[in-house]
């Protein structure tokens, strides 16, 4: 089975941007949905991320749609 990194660069560009757009996290729902399943490493980047948003580091950007 061929893996691909796509949680995981999403992950990264959350903790790079220091925010979870809704593209973001629409990126890791339909990932995670193709996928039925989640690897370790790509639950470990999960983990980090709302780790990260816990200790407010991350900031969840609402949808412009609502503007």
């Known amino acids: 089975m061929k893996t691909t ?3 995981r660069k999403l ?5 790079y941007t220091k925010q ?3 593209d973001i ?3 890791i729902n339909c990932e995670l949905t193709r996928l039925g399943y ?3 490493v790509d ?3 999960l983990e980090l991320l ?3 948003m816990d200790a407010g580091r991350i900031r ?8």
């Open 5 to 7: 990194h796509i949680i």
């Open 11 to 15: 992950v990264e560009k959350a903790l």
């Open 20 to 22: 979870l757009t809704p």
């Open 25 to 27: 996290e629409n990126g």
């Open 38 to 40: 989640i690897s370790d």
């Open 43 to 45: 639950y470990e980047a």
């Open 50 to 52: 709302m780790s990260e």
């Open 60 to 67: 969840l950007t609402p949808s412009s749609s609502f503007y």
